[in-house]
């Protein structure tokens, strides 16, 4: 069993920066793909980023790319997402996932959320 911790969100201006952090309490955190996801009030969870266990491969969802960074540090068992150039439509509650693949898929294990909000 895995648990995903995540923290890092607040209230930030359009245009602001912050730094999502998971930490993994699972020792062989460092042979799993990671995943950033997001929930925007009234819609479905969405895929945003994921980055495999040696951390060589990450992929962005286009609404995301050039804006956002995965990455993570295998000795401290934590991914982060630095996320930069934010806008109000990027407001949402972020989880971090494992089990799944790159793309996004086949995730099981779920962090609780924090809540990014991003005023205009």
């Known amino acids: 069993q895995v648990q995903l911790v995540e923290s890092g969100g607040g209230l930030v201006q359009a245009g602001g920066s912050l730094r999502l952090s998971c930490a993994a309490s699972k020792r062989t955190f460092s042979s799993y793909t990671m995943g950033w996801f997001r929930q925007a009030p009234g819609k479905e969870r969405e895929f945003v980023a994921a980055?495999?266990?040696?951390?060589?491969?990450?992929f962005y969802v286009n609404s995301v790319k050039g804006r956002f960074t995965i990455s993570r540090d295998n000795a401290k068992s934590t991914v982060y997402l630095q996320m930069n150039s934010l806008k109000p439509e990027d407001t949402a509650v972020y989880y971090c996932?494992?089990?799944?693949?790159?793309?996004?898929?086949?995730?099981?294990?779920w962090g609780q959320g924090t809540q990014v909000t991003v005023s205009s």
């Open positions: 996932a494992t089990g799944g693949n790159i793309r996004g898929v086949g995730y099981d294990y």
């Open positions: 980055i495999t266990w040696s951390g060589i491969s990450t």
